[in-house]
Each structure stands twice: as C-alpha cells, then as structure tokens.
T-cell receptor, first 114, second 113 residues
Framework: LAKTTQPISMDSYEGQEVNITCSHN???????ITWYQQFPSQGPRFIIQGYKTKVTNEVASLFIPADRKSSTLSLPRVSLSDTAVYYCLVGKDGLVDNTDKLIFGTGTRLQVFP | DTAVSQTPKYLVTQMGNDKSIKCEQNLGHDTMYWYKQDSKKFLKIMFSYNNKELIINETVPNRFSPKSPDKAHLNLHINSLELGDSAVYFCATRAAGGPAEQYFGPGTRLTVT
C-alpha cells in the first residue's frame, strides 16, 4: 500500500489559491489518488480523484505529474469555509475494493484567515 | 434527507458496558464501512460490508461486532468497553462498482469513562 506524506498544516488568506502537495513515492500502477476534506465534527467528504495529468471539478483541481510520485490539490480563491483538514489517499480506485484498503494519513490542516 | 445517518451522535458510558451505534443509509449503496478516528485525528478503517457480507475486518478486537440486518443498515456493537475505545466512529457507504467516493455519516463521539 502506497504511503502518503503531506504537510501537517498550511495557512492562507481569503481569495488566495492554495496548493497542497502529497508525496506517494511507491504508488502502484493501478492506484488512484483521491482527496477528501474534513470539517470539524463532520465526516470526510470526497473532493476529487485522478490517475494522471490533470483533473478539475467545481471544487478543486488535481495535478499529477507523469511519474505519479506526487500530486497537488489546488483550491482556487479559498474562503473561510475552506478551513478544514485535507487528506490525500492512494489506492486501487482510491478506495476499498473488496481486497484493497482505504488508508487515511495525517492530512493537512488548512487554516484560512480573513 | 440525510444520506448516511448515525445514532446516537454522542455516547458517554462507563468501562465494561456494552453499547451499539447504528448506521442507516438511503443511497442504495452496496458497500458500508465503519471507521474509527482517535484523539489524534487518525482515521482508520475497521470493517467493510458488501451486500451484508463482511469483507474486511481490520485487526479490530473481537469486542467489536458489526451487524448488517439489511443493505441499508450497518450497526456496530461493542462489548466490554475500554477507555481506549473513546473515539469518533464514522459510518460510510459506497456504490459497488461505482465512482470512488465514499459518503460518510456525521460520526458518533464515544466517550468511555
């Protein structure tokens, strides 16, 4: 199982773009990269998933270089409500798939200031 | 409509007691999970059920017994509670063969005194 490494915390200000990088040096060929967001006292919420290059949705973008040993979650123009913990996960389909496991790391605590 | 609900939201009990946490989903998903998030915020999978069948039991003490009476429910029963069981327990679901995202419940904060 590929282990992930993320910064423990990051600070930003409203309106700025935030990039959170995750390292996963031993990612397997069939592994996907998935990001979750967790607000205090709530369960994690799926943000985005990708396999390679770039994926974009209404919430974020995910950049994955060709070697796939790292990935960057990009949050455009953050607001106070983006203050949360962001988890990077790596695994088959990014999730438990009968025999695979979903492994949450320590996550990155993002604090957005006014 | 809440997609994944858990009851109770808070549970305070004494060591040695037996308690249950209930999870219900109205998404029609085939796979359900229990996760434990400890005081250091590490989130770890405990169990996975697919169509009422146990798929994963992640080295959880046998004091923990999941029960799935039907596809929409996955309850967690804990016997002889210990101080170390204090944590937030999350239920989650996922559509079998569907997209990657899991849907998490609001969590149950268990405090063992």
């Amino acid at each position: 199982l590929a282990k992930t490494t993320q910064p423990i915390s990051m600070d930003s200000y409203e309106g700025q773009e935030v990039n959170i990088t995750c390292s996963h040096n031993n990612i397997a060929t069939n592994d996907y990269i998935t990001w979750y967001q967790q607000f205090p006292s709530q369960g994690p919420r799926f943000i985005i998933q990708g396999y390679k290059t770039k994926v974009t949705n209404e919430v974020a973008s995910l950049f994955i270089p060709a070697d796939r040993k790292s990935s960057t979650l990009s949050l455009p123009r953050v607001s106070l409500s983006d203050t949360a913990v962001y988890y990077c996960l790596v695994g088959k389909d990014g999730l438990v798939d009968n025999t695979d496991k979903l492994i949450f790391g320590t996550g990155t605590r993002l604090q957005v200031f006014p | 409509d809440t997609a994944v609900s858990q009851t109770p939201k808070y549970l305070v009990t004494q060591m040695g007691n037996d308690k249950s946490i209930k999870c219900e989903q109205n998404l029609g998903h085939d796979t359900m999970y229990w996760y434990k998030q400890d005081s250091k915020k590490f989130l770890k999978i405990m169990f996975s059920y697919n169509n009422k069948e146990l798929i994963i039991n992640e080295t959880v003490p046998n004091r923990f017994s999941p029960k799935s009476p039907d596809k929409a429910h996955l309850n967690l029963h804990i016997n002889s509670l210990e101080l170390g069981d204090s944590a937030v327990y999350f239920c989650a679901t996922r559509a079998a063969g569907g997209p990657a995202e899991q849907y998490f419940g609001p969590g149950t904060r268990l405090t063992v005194t």
